[in-house]
């Protein structure tokens, strides 16, 4: 599937607004299940696209999270304890 700029705009424009492959596939007018499939295939322009507009969510969302952390909020640190560990799992020390 061959994705055209503005259909690559449109992928993570509204991926970063949290909406679904599913219906990122009716809003740009391709086949749903050919979408989904090109979301999960490393290398596609629809994963590329789709993770951009993630990945630019979920940095904001952290980002809030560590600010209100720096502020004394418990359930907050008590999250990005969660993360940190998370994180930790994927370093490999020597």
Known sequence: MNLTKEQ????????????TPSLIAINIGVDEQDFIEQVRTPGTQARMSFYRGHIRQLIEVRASLIKAAKNGSNPAQQELIKFI???QQFISYE
């Not at 690559?8 to 909406?19: F, I, P």
């Open 8 to 19: 690559c705009d449109e992928v993570e424009q509204m991926a970063y607004h949290l909406v």
């Open 85 to 87: 560990k998370q994180q």
